[in-house]
C-alpha cells in the first residue's frame, strides 16, 4: 500500500513526515505505528532517511504529534520535529499560528518568529548532578528533563568525545528509559556550542530539547538572570534559547520541508 510522506528537518535534524489524520493509516490494532516502518522510513540507503518520524494524528479538535526515534523508539517530546511538525501543518493543513500542538509530553505552543519558528517547551526540571562516559574517559554532567531526558556535561573541546558512534555509558538508576547527551563548550557570553548523541537515533546534527537542556543548564552555571537569551550553535545550524521569567523555556530556530511524495515503504 503507498502512503503520502515529507520531509523536513530543523538545524539539519531530519525528518519523515507522516499525515496519518485518522490514524489508520500508520496505526496497527492498537493505534501505534510499528517500530520496523519507523526504521525502514529512517532508513539513509534503503529507506528516505531520517533521525525520526513525526506521524500527525487529529485528536480531539487538533494534532497529535506521534514522534518516534530512528530506531522505532518512543520519545515524549523532540524540539526540532515540533517545529517542522508545525510548518507542516500550516502549509499542508491550514492551521494558523499561534498553534497548540499535542505530545506525549502535553500541549505546547509554537508561533512565528520572522522566517523562524518559537515553541514554547514548557519548564524544565533541573533533576541533579550525574556523570557520563565514553570510551574510558569521564564527565560530570547536569541531569535536565524537557519532558525527555538530558545528561548535559561541559568539555573544554568538542572533540573529546571522540566520534560517539556508540551511547555514552549513563547510570542506569538516573535513567532507566536511556538518555540523550550533550557535550557542550562555551564560545563567549551567552553562547555555546554543543554536540548531541541522541537516545533512538544516535549523533545527529541538532537536538531541540538537547539544546535547551544546554542553555538552561549554562544559565545556572552562570548565574545567568532569567530572560537572558542564549545563542546554541549545533553542528547543522542554530537555535536561540530564552529561560523566561515564569519558567517557560523558549527555542527558537528554522523548520524546513524539502520534499513530498509517495512511499510503499
Ligand atoms: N531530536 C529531538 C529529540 C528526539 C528525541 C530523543 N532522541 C529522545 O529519545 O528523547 C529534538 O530536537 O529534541
Avoid at 523532540?78 to 505530545?103: D, K, S, W
Avoid at 549545533?234 to 517557560?248: F, K, Q, S
Wanted: hydrophobic share 35%; aromatic share 6%.
Amino acid at each position: 500500500m503507498s502512503y503520502r510522506f515529507l520531509k523536513g528537518h530543523g538545524t539539519e535534524n531530519d525528518f519523515v513526515v507522516l499525515p496519518d489524520p485518522d490514524g489508520t493509516v500508520h496505526g496497527g490494532a492498537d493505534g501505534e505505528m510499528s517500530a520496523e516502518r519507523v526504521r525502514a522510513l529512517c532508513d539513509r540507503r534503503a529507506g528516505i532517511g531520517g533521525d525520526g518520524v513525526l506521524r500527525a494524528v487529529r485528536r480531539g479538535d487538533g494534532w497529535f504529534m506521534d514522534y518516534r526515534n530512528a530506531d522505532g523508539s518512543v520519545s515524549e517530546m523532540c524540539g526540532n520535529g515540533i517545529r517542522v511538525f508545525a510548518r507542516y501543518l500550516h502549509e499542508h493543513e491550514g492551521e494558523p499560528f499561534p498553534m497548540r500542538i499535542q505530545t506525549r509530553d502535553g500541549v505546547k505552543v509554537l508561533d512565528r518568529a520572522g522566517d523562524e519558528l518559537t515553541a514554547d517547551m514548557g519548564r524544565p526540571q533541573v533533576l541533579g548532578e550525574t556523570s557520563v562516559s565514553v570510551m574510558g574517559r569521564s564527565w560530570p554532567a547536569v541531569h535536565v528533563s524537557m519532558g525527555n531526558p538530558h545528561a548535559v556535561a561541559f568539555v573544554d573541546n568538542l572533540a573529546e568525545a571522540g566520534p560517539l558512534l556508540e551511547p555514552p555509558e549513563h547510570d542506569d538508576a538516573v535513567y532507566p528509559e536511556g538518555v540523550n547527551v550533550e557535550f557542550v563548550v562555551r564560545r563567549g557570553e551567552h553562547h555555546v556550542a554543543m554536540r548531541v548523541h541522541e537516545r533512538g537515533s544516535g549523533e545527529t546534527r541538532s537536538c531541540g530539547t538537547g539544546a535547551c537542556a544546554v542553555a538552561v543548564a549554562t544559565a545556572l552555571a552562570d548565574g545567568a538572570p532569567r530572560g537572558t537569551v542564549y545563542r546554541v550553535d549545533l553542528p547543522g545550524g542554530t537555535l536561540r534559547v530564552e529561560w523566561t521569567e515564569d519558567d517557560r523555556v523558549l527555542m527558537t530556530g528554522p523548520a524546513v520541508l524539502v520534499a513530498e511524495g509517495t512511499t510503499d515503504l
